[in-house]
Protein backbone atom coordinates (compact mmCIF):
# COMPACT_ATOMS: atom_id res chain seq x y z
CA UNK A 1 0.00 0.00 0.00
CA UNK A 2 1.54 3.54 -0.81
CA UNK A 3 2.46 5.93 1.74
CA UNK A 4 1.34 8.89 -0.29
CA UNK A 5 -2.61 7.66 0.42
CA UNK A 6 -2.47 9.20 4.16
CA UNK A 7 -1.43 12.82 2.37
CA UNK A 8 -4.91 15.06 2.09
CA UNK A 9 -5.79 16.45 -0.61
CA UNK A 10 -6.34 20.37 0.10
CA UNK A 11 -1.96 19.97 0.89
CA UNK A 12 -0.88 18.57 -2.45
CA UNK A 13 -1.27 22.09 -4.13
CA UNK A 14 0.32 24.02 -1.15
CA UNK A 15 2.96 21.09 -1.29
CA UNK A 16 3.65 21.52 -5.27
CA UNK A 17 4.02 25.78 -4.89
CA UNK A 18 6.84 25.39 -2.61
CA UNK A 19 8.67 23.28 -4.44
CA UNK A 20 10.36 25.92 -6.11
CA UNK A 21 12.67 26.67 -2.55
CA UNK A 22 13.09 23.12 -1.72
CA UNK A 23 16.88 21.98 -1.27
CA UNK A 24 17.40 19.00 -3.13
CA UNK A 25 18.86 15.99 -1.36
CA UNK A 26 21.09 12.76 -2.59
CA UNK A 27 19.81 9.52 -1.15
CA UNK A 28 22.51 7.53 -0.87
CA UNK A 29 22.75 3.79 1.04
CA UNK A 30 25.53 2.03 1.66
CA UNK A 31 27.73 4.70 -0.16
CA UNK A 32 25.95 4.60 -2.91
CA UNK A 33 23.86 7.07 -4.97
CA UNK A 34 20.56 6.02 -5.39
CA UNK A 35 18.57 9.25 -6.33
CA UNK A 36 17.95 12.78 -5.86
CA UNK A 37 14.72 14.23 -4.25
CA UNK A 38 14.12 17.75 -4.84
CA UNK A 39 10.36 17.97 -3.88
CA UNK A 40 8.74 17.88 -0.75
CA UNK A 41 6.47 14.86 0.41
CA UNK A 42 4.16 14.66 2.84
CA UNK A 43 4.89 18.16 3.97
CA UNK A 44 8.63 16.85 4.64
CA UNK A 45 11.96 18.44 2.82
CA UNK A 46 13.93 16.52 0.86
CA UNK A 47 16.66 16.12 3.35
CA UNK A 48 14.36 14.75 5.80
CA UNK A 49 12.58 12.40 3.46
CA UNK A 50 16.25 11.29 2.64
CA UNK A 51 16.92 10.38 6.12
CA UNK A 52 13.32 8.40 6.60
CA UNK A 53 14.27 6.41 3.54
CA UNK A 54 17.64 5.43 4.48
CA UNK A 55 15.79 4.23 8.08
CA UNK A 56 12.99 2.41 5.77
CA UNK A 57 15.49 0.77 3.86
CA UNK A 58 17.42 -0.77 6.44
CA UNK A 59 14.90 -1.94 8.28
CA UNK A 60 13.57 -4.12 5.72
CA UNK A 61 17.00 -4.76 4.33
CA UNK A 62 17.50 -6.52 7.73
CA UNK A 63 13.95 -8.17 7.59
CA UNK A 64 13.46 -8.94 4.32
CA UNK A 65 13.79 -12.58 3.21
CA UNK A 66 13.87 -11.62 -0.20
CA UNK A 67 15.93 -8.59 -1.48
CA UNK A 68 14.52 -7.75 -4.75
CA UNK A 69 14.07 -4.37 -5.75
CA UNK A 70 11.02 -3.03 -7.38
CA UNK A 71 8.10 -0.61 -7.87
CA UNK A 72 4.72 -0.04 -8.44
CA UNK A 73 2.31 3.55 -9.20
CA UNK A 74 0.92 4.93 -6.50
CA UNK A 75 -1.78 8.83 -6.47
CA UNK A 76 1.71 10.07 -5.42
CA UNK A 77 3.86 9.14 -8.01
CA UNK A 78 6.49 6.39 -8.08
CA UNK A 79 6.69 3.84 -5.06
CA UNK A 80 10.06 1.84 -4.71
CA UNK A 81 9.80 -1.75 -2.92
CA UNK A 82 12.09 -4.12 -1.30
CA UNK A 83 10.85 -7.33 -1.20
CA UNK A 84 7.19 -5.89 -2.28
CA UNK A 85 6.95 -3.41 0.35
CA UNK A 86 7.26 0.37 0.01
CA UNK A 87 10.82 1.67 0.89
CA UNK A 88 10.69 5.65 -0.67
CA UNK A 89 8.35 8.01 -2.85
CA UNK A 90 9.28 9.26 -5.93
CA UNK A 91 7.21 12.45 -6.33
CA UNK A 92 6.99 14.01 -10.05
CA UNK A 93 8.43 17.12 -8.69
CA UNK A 94 11.75 15.08 -7.94
CA UNK A 95 11.77 14.92 -11.57
CA UNK A 96 13.59 18.21 -12.55
CA UNK A 97 13.20 18.05 -16.68
CA UNK A 98 14.91 20.93 -17.17
CA UNK A 99 18.09 19.65 -15.54
CA UNK A 100 17.73 16.24 -15.49
CA UNK A 101 15.77 13.18 -16.47
CA UNK A 102 12.19 12.33 -16.58
CA UNK A 103 10.64 10.74 -13.62
CA UNK A 104 11.07 7.72 -15.16
CA UNK A 105 14.26 7.53 -16.20
CA UNK A 106 14.45 8.56 -12.09
CA UNK A 107 12.79 5.53 -10.92
CA UNK A 108 14.85 2.99 -13.60
CA UNK A 109 17.81 4.35 -12.47
CA UNK A 110 16.89 4.05 -8.44
CA UNK A 111 15.82 0.84 -9.19
CA UNK A 112 18.72 -0.29 -10.62
CA UNK A 113 20.87 1.92 -8.04
CA UNK A 114 19.35 0.24 -5.06
CA UNK A 115 19.41 -3.34 -6.26
CA UNK A 116 23.16 -2.70 -6.75
CA UNK A 117 23.79 -1.32 -3.21
CA UNK A 118 21.99 -4.24 -2.14
CA UNK A 119 23.80 -6.85 -3.50
CA UNK A 120 27.39 -5.16 -2.97
CA UNK A 121 25.87 -4.86 1.26
CA UNK A 122 24.92 -8.98 0.87
CA UNK A 123 28.98 -8.99 -0.62
CA UNK A 124 30.30 -7.06 1.98
CA UNK A 125 28.61 -9.29 4.45
CA UNK A 126 29.91 -12.64 2.90
CA UNK A 127 33.46 -13.29 4.24
CA UNK A 128 34.64 -15.85 1.60
CA UNK A 129 33.98 -12.24 -0.70
CA UNK A 130 35.74 -10.54 1.61
CA UNK A 131 38.93 -12.59 1.88
CA UNK A 132 38.57 -12.73 -2.08
CA UNK A 133 39.04 -9.16 -2.11
CA UNK A 134 41.99 -8.67 0.74
CA UNK A 135 43.79 -11.50 -1.44
CA UNK A 136 43.29 -9.58 -5.21
CA UNK A 137 44.29 -6.15 -3.03
CA UNK A 138 47.46 -7.91 -1.80
CA UNK A 139 47.91 -9.46 -5.66
CA UNK A 140 47.39 -6.02 -6.97
CA UNK A 141 49.55 -4.41 -4.75
CA UNK A 142 52.53 -6.84 -5.15
CA UNK A 143 52.20 -6.18 -9.14
CA UNK A 144 52.44 -2.65 -8.55
CA UNK A 145 55.57 -2.56 -6.33
CA UNK A 146 56.99 -4.84 -9.45
CA UNK A 147 56.32 -2.36 -11.97
CA UNK A 148 57.52 0.63 -10.25
CA UNK A 149 60.60 -1.42 -9.77
CA UNK A 150 60.71 -2.21 -12.78
CA UNK A 151 60.22 1.13 -14.23
CA UNK A 152 63.00 2.39 -12.03
CA UNK A 153 65.50 -0.43 -13.20
CA UNK A 154 64.56 0.83 -16.85
CA UNK A 155 64.99 4.70 -16.01
CA UNK A 156 68.72 3.75 -14.80
CA UNK A 157 69.61 1.62 -17.52
CA UNK A 158 68.63 4.26 -19.87
CA UNK A 159 70.43 6.96 -18.02
CA UNK A 160 73.60 4.92 -18.13
CA UNK A 161 73.68 4.68 -21.61
CA UNK A 162 72.70 8.27 -22.45
CA UNK A 163 76.15 9.28 -23.84
CA UNK A 164 76.40 6.78 -26.18
CA UNK A 165 73.19 6.84 -27.72
CA UNK A 166 73.78 10.85 -27.96
CA UNK A 167 77.32 10.20 -29.92
CA UNK A 168 75.47 7.47 -32.34
CA UNK A 169 72.00 9.85 -32.79
CA UNK A 170 73.31 13.44 -32.51
CA UNK A 171 72.81 15.25 -35.64
CA UNK A 172 75.36 17.66 -35.33
CA UNK A 173 74.65 21.24 -37.39
CA UNK A 174 77.61 23.44 -37.56
CA UNK A 175 78.55 26.69 -39.34
CA UNK A 176 81.39 27.61 -40.17
CA UNK A 177 83.01 25.53 -37.39
CA UNK A 178 80.86 26.38 -35.07
CA UNK A 179 78.47 24.10 -33.04
CA UNK A 180 74.77 24.75 -33.22
CA UNK A 181 73.32 20.90 -31.57
CA UNK A 182 75.71 18.90 -30.57
CA UNK A 183 76.04 15.62 -28.24
CA UNK A 184 75.79 17.39 -25.14
CA UNK A 185 72.41 18.62 -25.79
CA UNK A 186 71.45 15.52 -27.12
CA UNK A 187 71.86 14.22 -23.61
CA UNK A 188 69.77 17.38 -22.20
CA UNK A 189 67.12 16.28 -24.30
CA UNK A 190 67.14 12.58 -23.88
CA UNK A 191 67.14 12.50 -20.24
CA UNK A 192 64.58 15.11 -19.50
CA UNK A 193 62.04 13.02 -22.22
CA UNK A 194 62.75 9.95 -20.03
CA UNK A 195 62.04 11.72 -16.80
CA UNK A 196 58.94 13.01 -18.32
CA UNK A 197 57.65 9.57 -19.78
CA UNK A 198 58.65 7.75 -16.60
CA UNK A 199 56.91 10.53 -14.49
CA UNK A 200 53.92 9.47 -16.80
CA UNK A 201 54.24 5.92 -16.74
CA UNK A 202 54.37 6.00 -12.70
CA UNK A 203 51.27 8.19 -12.28
CA UNK A 204 49.09 6.06 -14.24
CA UNK A 205 50.23 3.49 -12.67
CA UNK A 206 49.61 4.63 -9.45
CA UNK A 207 46.25 5.78 -10.51
CA UNK A 208 45.01 2.44 -11.74
CA UNK A 209 46.65 0.81 -8.78
CA UNK A 210 43.94 3.33 -6.32
CA UNK A 211 41.38 2.31 -8.79
CA UNK A 212 41.81 -0.99 -8.69
CA UNK A 213 42.06 -1.12 -4.92
CA UNK A 214 39.15 0.74 -4.09
CA UNK A 215 36.66 -1.59 -6.54
CA UNK A 216 37.98 -4.85 -4.34
CA UNK A 217 35.63 -4.17 -1.82
CA UNK A 218 32.07 -3.67 -1.85
CA UNK A 219 31.91 -0.13 0.24
CA UNK A 220 34.56 1.68 -1.66
CA UNK A 221 33.59 -0.09 -5.04
CA UNK A 222 31.37 3.56 -5.92
CA UNK A 223 34.35 5.28 -5.08
CA UNK A 224 36.72 3.39 -7.46
CA UNK A 225 34.03 3.52 -10.49
CA UNK A 226 33.21 7.12 -9.15
CA UNK A 227 37.71 8.15 -9.48
CA UNK A 228 37.95 5.93 -12.75
CA UNK A 229 34.90 7.71 -14.56
CA UNK A 230 35.80 11.00 -13.35
CA UNK A 231 39.20 10.79 -14.50
CA UNK A 232 38.50 9.43 -17.94
CA UNK A 233 36.09 12.23 -18.60
CA UNK A 234 38.70 14.32 -17.45
CA UNK A 235 40.95 12.81 -19.65
CA UNK A 236 38.93 12.87 -22.82
CA UNK A 237 38.41 16.50 -21.84
CA UNK A 238 41.97 17.76 -21.71
CA UNK A 239 42.59 15.39 -25.25
CA UNK A 240 39.71 17.48 -27.03
CA UNK A 241 41.02 20.41 -25.88
CA UNK A 242 44.64 19.60 -26.65
CA UNK A 243 43.70 18.35 -29.89
CA UNK A 244 42.03 21.94 -30.53
CA UNK A 245 44.93 24.16 -29.62
CA UNK A 246 47.22 21.77 -31.23
CA UNK A 247 47.79 23.52 -34.30
CA UNK A 248 48.42 27.01 -32.64
CA UNK A 249 50.81 25.46 -30.35
CA UNK A 250 52.69 23.79 -33.16
CA UNK A 251 52.90 27.45 -34.23
CA UNK A 252 54.30 28.64 -31.13
CA UNK A 253 56.97 26.06 -31.06
CA UNK A 254 58.03 26.86 -34.65
CA UNK A 255 58.13 29.94 -33.60
CA UNK A 256 60.42 29.39 -30.31
CA UNK A 257 62.64 27.01 -32.21
CA UNK A 258 63.38 29.47 -35.29
CA UNK A 259 64.05 32.48 -32.90
CA UNK A 260 66.31 29.63 -30.76
CA UNK A 261 67.74 29.10 -34.35
CA UNK A 262 68.54 32.63 -34.98
CA UNK A 263 69.48 33.77 -32.25
CA UNK A 264 72.09 30.83 -32.11
CA UNK A 265 73.26 31.64 -35.85
CA UNK A 266 73.49 35.87 -34.40
CA UNK A 267 75.92 34.52 -31.37
CA UNK A 268 78.00 32.68 -33.39
CA UNK A 269 78.50 35.60 -35.86
CA UNK A 270 78.83 37.71 -32.81
CA UNK A 271 81.61 35.74 -31.46
CA UNK A 272 83.40 35.33 -34.88
CA UNK A 273 83.23 39.06 -34.75
CA UNK A 274 84.84 39.23 -31.04
CA UNK A 275 87.44 36.83 -31.16
CA UNK A 276 88.74 38.43 -34.38
CA UNK A 277 87.75 36.15 -37.26
CA UNK A 278 86.05 38.81 -38.91
CA UNK A 279 87.30 42.04 -39.29
CA UNK A 280 85.72 44.54 -37.38
CA UNK A 281 86.47 48.02 -36.01
CA UNK A 282 88.00 47.88 -32.55
CA UNK A 283 84.69 49.98 -31.20
CA UNK A 284 82.54 47.11 -32.87
CA UNK A 285 84.29 44.33 -30.71
CA UNK A 286 84.44 46.49 -27.70
CA UNK A 287 80.59 46.87 -27.86
CA UNK A 288 80.11 43.23 -29.44
CA UNK A 289 78.49 41.77 -25.74
CA UNK A 290 75.99 44.67 -24.90
CA UNK A 291 75.08 44.58 -28.75
CA UNK A 292 74.47 40.86 -28.51
CA UNK A 293 72.18 41.09 -25.37
CA UNK A 294 69.79 43.78 -26.91
CA UNK A 295 69.54 42.35 -29.64
CA UNK A 296 68.55 38.60 -28.02
CA UNK A 297 65.92 41.11 -25.95
CA UNK A 298 64.49 42.53 -28.66
CA UNK A 299 64.21 39.26 -31.16
CA UNK A 300 62.82 37.28 -27.90
CA UNK A 301 60.00 40.45 -27.79
CA UNK A 302 59.43 40.25 -31.59
CA UNK A 303 58.81 36.59 -30.63
CA UNK A 304 56.45 36.89 -28.07
CA UNK A 305 54.29 39.87 -30.33
CA UNK A 306 54.11 37.42 -32.93
CA UNK A 307 52.91 33.76 -30.74
CA UNK A 308 50.66 35.91 -28.20
CA UNK A 309 47.52 35.47 -30.50
CA UNK A 310 47.76 31.70 -30.83
CA UNK A 311 48.60 31.73 -27.00
CA UNK A 312 45.59 29.52 -25.70
CA UNK A 313 43.19 31.47 -24.04
CA UNK A 314 45.13 35.00 -25.18
CA UNK A 315 41.75 36.57 -26.17
CA UNK A 316 40.05 35.66 -22.72
CA UNK A 317 38.69 38.75 -20.75
CA UNK A 318 40.92 37.00 -17.32
CA UNK A 319 44.53 36.85 -19.98
CA UNK A 320 43.88 39.67 -20.80
CA UNK A 321 42.83 41.85 -17.74
CA UNK A 322 46.24 39.82 -16.02
CA UNK A 323 48.18 40.63 -18.94
CA UNK A 324 47.13 44.49 -18.11
CA UNK A 325 47.98 43.83 -14.67
CA UNK A 326 51.57 42.81 -15.36
CA UNK A 327 52.37 45.51 -17.22
CA UNK A 328 50.92 48.00 -14.79
CA UNK A 329 52.77 46.59 -12.23
CA UNK A 330 56.09 46.70 -14.52
CA UNK A 331 55.36 50.10 -15.23
CA UNK A 332 54.93 51.25 -11.28
CA UNK A 333 58.28 49.52 -10.42
CA UNK A 334 60.65 49.34 -13.02
CA UNK A 335 61.00 52.79 -13.59
CA UNK A 336 64.49 52.61 -11.31
CA UNK A 337 65.54 49.70 -13.21
CA UNK A 338 65.23 51.00 -16.41
CA UNK A 339 67.40 53.76 -15.27
CA UNK A 340 69.74 51.46 -14.01
CA UNK A 341 69.79 49.50 -17.36
CA UNK A 342 69.63 53.20 -19.98
CA UNK A 343 73.45 53.75 -17.45
CA UNK A 344 74.88 50.24 -18.09
CA UNK A 345 74.09 50.88 -22.00
CA UNK A 346 75.34 54.51 -21.70
CA UNK A 347 78.68 53.03 -19.79
CA UNK A 348 79.44 50.29 -22.60
CA UNK A 349 78.52 52.12 -25.78
CA UNK A 350 80.99 55.07 -24.97
CA UNK A 351 83.33 52.93 -24.00
CA UNK A 352 83.97 54.63 -20.87
CA UNK A 353 84.61 51.20 -18.81
CA UNK A 354 85.79 47.52 -19.37
CA UNK A 355 86.11 44.48 -17.52
CA UNK A 356 89.74 44.68 -16.13
CA UNK A 357 90.62 48.15 -16.59
CA UNK A 358 92.28 49.59 -13.59
CA UNK A 359 89.84 53.02 -12.38
CA UNK A 360 88.89 55.44 -9.81
CA UNK A 361 85.19 55.97 -9.64
CA UNK A 362 84.80 58.59 -6.39
CA UNK A 363 86.61 57.02 -3.53
CA UNK A 364 86.90 53.85 -4.62
CA UNK A 365 89.55 52.68 -7.06
CA UNK A 366 90.26 49.37 -8.30
CA UNK A 367 89.95 46.48 -11.09
CA UNK A 368 86.59 46.32 -12.56
CA UNK A 369 85.03 42.62 -12.59
CA UNK A 370 82.11 43.09 -14.50
CA UNK A 371 79.52 45.71 -16.04
CA UNK A 372 76.30 44.51 -15.42
CA UNK A 373 72.88 45.53 -16.90
CA UNK A 374 72.01 47.21 -13.56
CA UNK A 375 75.31 47.66 -11.54
CA UNK A 376 79.44 47.67 -12.49
CA UNK A 377 82.08 45.85 -10.05
CA UNK A 378 84.94 46.91 -8.68
CA UNK A 379 87.50 45.05 -6.89
CA UNK A 380 89.65 47.61 -4.78
CA UNK A 381 93.45 46.98 -3.67
CA UNK A 382 92.14 45.88 -0.15
CA UNK A 383 90.23 43.21 -1.91
CA UNK A 384 86.64 44.52 -1.64
CA UNK A 385 84.23 44.00 -4.35
CA UNK A 386 81.92 47.43 -4.43
CA UNK A 387 78.96 47.39 -6.39
CA UNK A 388 77.83 50.46 -8.00
CA UNK A 389 74.68 51.42 -9.36
CA UNK A 390 75.20 52.10 -13.21
CA UNK A 391 72.81 55.21 -12.60
CA UNK A 392 75.33 56.57 -10.19
CA UNK A 393 78.21 55.69 -12.50
CA UNK A 394 76.81 57.84 -15.18
CA UNK A 395 76.79 60.88 -12.97
CA UNK A 396 79.81 60.66 -11.13
CA UNK A 397 83.30 61.26 -12.84
CA UNK A 398 85.96 58.45 -13.67
CA UNK A 399 89.58 57.95 -14.41
CA UNK A 400 90.49 54.90 -16.32
CA UNK A 401 94.18 54.20 -16.01
CA UNK A 402 94.21 51.32 -18.39
CA UNK A 403 92.90 52.45 -21.54
CA UNK A 404 96.07 54.47 -23.08
CA UNK A 405 98.36 52.26 -21.14
CA UNK A 406 99.16 50.44 -24.23
CA UNK A 407 99.35 53.11 -26.44
CA UNK A 408 99.86 56.35 -25.31
CA UNK A 409 100.96 55.24 -21.31
CA UNK A 410 99.89 56.83 -18.30
CA UNK A 411 101.22 58.95 -16.17
CA UNK A 412 100.77 59.27 -12.23
CA UNK A 413 102.12 62.33 -10.09
CA UNK A 414 102.70 63.38 -6.43
CA UNK A 415 103.00 66.94 -5.01
CA UNK A 416 104.72 68.35 -2.44
CA UNK A 417 105.89 71.55 -0.81
CA UNK A 418 109.09 73.44 -0.16
CA UNK A 419 110.46 76.31 1.04
CA UNK A 420 111.97 78.89 -0.76
CA UNK A 421 115.28 78.60 1.20
CA UNK A 422 116.15 75.58 -1.22
CA UNK A 423 116.80 76.28 -4.81
CA UNK A 424 114.18 75.16 -7.28
CA UNK A 425 116.61 73.48 -9.62
CA UNK A 426 117.55 71.27 -6.51
CA UNK A 427 114.18 69.97 -5.82
CA UNK A 428 113.70 69.24 -9.63
CA UNK A 429 116.67 67.46 -9.53
CA UNK A 430 115.90 65.21 -6.48
CA UNK A 431 112.33 64.73 -7.27
CA UNK A 432 113.69 63.47 -10.71
CA UNK A 433 116.06 61.16 -8.56
CA UNK A 434 113.48 59.86 -6.69
CA UNK A 435 111.94 59.11 -9.54
CA UNK A 436 114.58 57.00 -10.83
CA UNK A 437 114.77 54.39 -8.47
CA UNK A 438 111.21 53.63 -8.08
CA UNK A 439 110.53 50.23 -9.54
CA UNK A 440 107.38 50.41 -11.74
CA UNK A 441 107.97 53.96 -13.22
CA UNK A 442 109.19 54.03 -16.62
CA UNK A 443 112.77 55.75 -17.58
CA UNK A 444 111.71 56.64 -21.03
CA UNK A 445 110.22 59.30 -21.06
CA UNK A 446 112.45 60.19 -18.11
CA UNK A 447 110.20 61.71 -14.95
CA UNK A 448 109.55 65.98 -14.79
CA UNK A 449 108.59 68.24 -12.18
CA UNK A 450 106.16 70.99 -12.25
CA UNK A 451 106.08 74.19 -10.29
CA UNK A 452 101.77 74.09 -9.61
CA UNK A 453 101.97 77.16 -7.08
CA UNK A 454 104.09 79.93 -5.30
CA UNK A 455 102.21 80.25 -2.09
CA UNK A 456 102.84 82.14 0.83
CA UNK A 457 105.44 80.19 2.38
CA UNK A 458 106.67 77.63 -0.10
CA UNK A 459 106.52 76.45 -3.41
CA UNK A 460 104.14 73.35 -4.62
CA UNK A 461 106.00 70.98 -6.41
CA UNK A 462 104.39 67.80 -8.60
CA UNK A 463 106.24 65.25 -9.93
CA UNK A 464 105.60 63.21 -12.84
CA UNK A 465 106.09 60.21 -14.28
CA UNK A 466 105.02 56.88 -16.22
CA UNK A 467 103.74 53.85 -14.66
CA UNK A 468 104.00 50.54 -16.34
CA UNK A 469 101.41 48.75 -14.66
CA UNK A 470 98.41 51.23 -13.84
CA UNK A 471 96.96 48.50 -11.60
CA UNK A 472 99.79 48.88 -9.29
CA UNK A 473 99.35 52.44 -9.11
CA UNK A 474 98.94 53.18 -5.26
CA UNK A 475 102.14 50.32 -4.84
CA UNK A 476 104.35 52.69 -7.33
CA UNK A 477 103.22 55.85 -5.48
CA UNK A 478 103.96 54.60 -1.84
CA UNK A 479 107.61 53.53 -3.08
CA UNK A 480 107.45 56.84 -5.29
CA UNK A 481 106.83 58.78 -1.68
CA UNK A 482 109.66 56.45 0.52
CA UNK A 483 111.97 57.58 -2.63
CA UNK A 484 111.66 61.25 -2.07
CA UNK A 485 112.27 61.13 2.00
CA UNK A 486 115.60 59.04 1.29
CA UNK A 487 116.27 61.28 -1.54
CA UNK A 488 115.79 64.51 0.10
CA UNK A 489 117.51 63.16 3.81
CA UNK A 490 120.30 62.50 1.89
CA UNK A 491 120.57 65.87 0.50
CA UNK A 492 119.57 67.88 3.98
CA UNK A 493 116.55 69.25 2.50
CA UNK A 494 113.93 69.84 4.56
CA UNK A 495 110.48 68.48 3.74
CA UNK A 496 108.32 69.71 6.22
CA UNK A 497 106.82 73.38 5.47
CA UNK A 498 104.72 74.57 8.09
CA UNK A 499 103.56 77.97 8.57
CA UNK A 500 105.97 79.67 10.53
CA UNK A 501 106.48 83.52 12.05
CA UNK A 502 110.22 83.21 11.94
CA UNK A 503 112.77 80.76 10.60
CA UNK A 504 114.03 78.11 12.51
CA UNK A 505 117.54 78.15 14.41
CA UNK A 506 118.78 74.87 12.35
CA UNK A 507 117.52 73.18 9.41
CA UNK A 508 114.61 70.58 10.12
CA UNK A 509 116.05 67.05 8.14
CA UNK A 510 117.47 63.46 8.97
CA UNK A 511 121.05 62.84 8.44
CA UNK A 512 122.18 59.43 6.58
CA UNK A 513 123.49 58.23 10.52
CA UNK A 514 119.99 58.00 11.92
CA UNK A 515 118.12 56.68 8.75
CA UNK A 516 117.63 53.35 10.53
CA UNK A 517 117.07 53.86 13.91
CA UNK A 518 114.85 51.67 15.14
CA UNK A 519 112.19 50.26 15.01
CA UNK A 520 113.43 50.68 11.05
CA UNK A 521 115.09 48.30 9.16
CA UNK A 522 118.70 48.25 7.54
Not at 250 to 264: D, E, K, P, S, Y
Not at 482 to 509: C, T
Request: hydrophobic residues 50%.
Amino acid sequence: MCWAVFAPRPALAQIQDSLAVAKPAKLVFFNREIAVLRGEFLGQQPDARVTAAVERIGHLVAHASDLDVGWRKCPEGLLITIDNRGAFVLVPADADTSIGPTLEALRDGAVQSLALALRELHEARTPRQLLRGILQALIGTAVFIVLIWALRRIYRLLASRFDAMADRASGIVAVRGFRVFGPEQWVAVLRGCTRLAAWVVGLLLLFNWLTFMLRRFPFTRPWGETLRGNSLAGLRSVVSGFLSVLPDLVIIVLIFVVTRFFLRLLALFMIAIETGKIDAPEGVRETIQPTRRILAVLVWLLALVMAYPYIPGSGSEAFKGVSVFVGLMFSLGASGVVGQLLGGLVILYSRALKPGDYVRIDDDEGVVLGIGALSTKIRTNKREVVNIPNGLLVSKASKNFTRLAGSEGVYVSTTLTIGYTEPWRQVHAMLCMAADRTPGLRKDPPPFVFQTALSDFYVEYQVIAMIEKPEERIKTLAALHANIQDVFNEHSVQIMSPHYESDPADKKWVPRERWHEPPARA
